[in-house]
């Protein structure tokens, strides 16, 4: 397994980790607001907002894999 940043190899499969600050800067630049999110998405970015209020700024990580 290698590492670059917050990009993970494993493998074939790719791994992202991305903050809370990545993914509001990624919905906002693909033209989208809160409101247009699923209630699931919100759900997500609302837990990963607590837990960096509890945990601290940049200690919560959403991971998600690419194959």
Same mark, same amino acid.
């Given at each position: 397994? %290698? %590492?670059?940043?917050?990009? @993970?190899? @494993?493998? &074939? ?14 919905? &906002?630049?693909?033209?989208? %607001?809160?409101?247009?999110? %699923?209630l ?11 837990? &960096?209020?509890?945990?601290?700024k940049?200690?919560v ?5 690419? &194959?």
């Amino acid at each position: 397994m %290698s %590492s670059l940043g917050s990009l @993970c190899l @494993c493998g &074939e499969k790719m791994f992202q980790l991305l903050p809370l600050v990545e993914m509001l800067v990624a919905v &906002e630049h693909m033209g989208f %607001s809160r409101k247009d999110l %699923s209630l699931e998405t919100n759900l997500v970015l609302e837990m990963m907002s607590y837990l &960096e209020g509890q945990l601290g700024k940049d200690q919560v990580r959403l991971v998600f894999g690419i &194959e």
